[in-house]
């Protein structure tokens, strides 16, 4: 599931791309994406609504609209939010791109789709692109398509003033990169919890937006057990866990985001910080910090963690 990052950056990229835009119309293949209303009234509601700003709450991708509306995609596990133009399949005829049209007809995978991807290329190319479930259409003739081989994604329109009530969003724990939120914060989110340190920061009503890849890349740096118990960690050790939460939160950022898997930034392109990764999917190579250890994997609840056994004890 794309993390803090991965959104985040999406979010950033929205707000360069279609601020000020209008939406026309919309699209699904799986009705039940929508949560809040029917597809009939969903598109009725937001037809016509302009584009005023995105932003994230955890892992939700939130764009408020006129009329004091807020959309909220919640890309889920496979699932990721792109921005270009799209066709349907029926029309490729209408294609100029000869090479494109071939290409597009001699690709098996392609049969089942309904919309083809025109541009950028990496729509078309990339087969983690190719799943659109839902579509929004934009008064500048693009759209935003949501790709999610799985099905699992979530999107939800409410008012604005009210979007503490949709889903589990109001129940959701404190951001880990809000200026306001130091060590002292942090160290009281600790003072009556109890478990393993790993499945701790994973938990989205403790603390937002961190899940398998930066929670084993934070405990990686603060030389942290992933089991380590969250009763027993001294001070010293707390301090290391909130210092490079964030260093690797705004690491991963500045990477716009973690491709290893299905994740893709707006564009369809890949993000870069699959290639800085110390601990996550790393099972088998030595320690990074050249300690003699290799990187082990087990499982703490239902997750894998990767670890080094050297330096985190």
Request: aromatic share 10%; with cysteine.
């Amino acid at each position: 599931m794309p993390e803090l990052p991965e959104v985040e950056t999406i979010v950033r990229q929205l707000n360069k791309k279609v601020i000020g835009l209008k939406i026309l119309d919309a699209w699904t293949d799986w009705p039940r994406t929508i949560k809040t209303h029917s597809l009939i009234k969903f598109k009725k509601e937001i037809k016509g609504l302009k584009i005023l700003r995105a932003h994230r709450r955890a892992k939700y991708i939130m764009m408020d609209l006129s009329e004091g509306k807020t959309l909220i995609i919640h890309q889920k596990i496979s699932g990721h939010l792109l921005y270009g133009k799209w066709i349907e399949k029926n029309q490729i005829s209408n294609i100029k791109n000869q090479n494109y049209k071939l290409k597009i007809k001699n690709d098996l995978k392609l049969k089942n789709q309904k919309w083809v991807g025109l541009e950028p290329e990496a729509l078309w190319q990339d087969p983690f692109n190719r799943h659109i479930r839902f579509l929004l259409f934009l008064n500048n003739g693009k759209m935003l398509g949501l790709s999610d081989l799985r099905r699992f994604g979530k999107v939800f329109l409410g008012d604005t003033e009210k979007i503490e009530h949709i889903n589990e969003i109001g129940r959701l724990g404190p951001e880990p990169l809000d200026a306001g939120f130091n060590f002292k914060k942090f160290r009281e989110l600790f003072r009556n919890k109890k478990g393993k340190i790993k499945q701790v920061l994973m938990d989205p009503f403790f603390i937002v937006g961190i899940g398998n890849i930066y929670s084993d890349e934070i405990l990686w740096f603060s030389g942290i057990h992933p089991e380590h118990r969250t009763e027993s960690l001294k001070e010293a050790e707390l301090k290391k866990i909130f210092k490079y939460m964030k260093s690797v939160l705004n690491k991963a950022i500045d990477a716009k985001g973690d491709s290893q898997q299905d994740y893709r930034t707006l564009d369809g392109g890949f993000g870069n910080y699959q290639n800085m990764t110390m601990a996550y999917q790393m099972t088998g190579e030595k320690c990074k910090k050249h300690d003699g250890g290799v990187i082990k994997r087990i499982k703490v609840g239902s997750r894998s963690a990767h670890f080094c056994p050297v330096h985190q004890k």
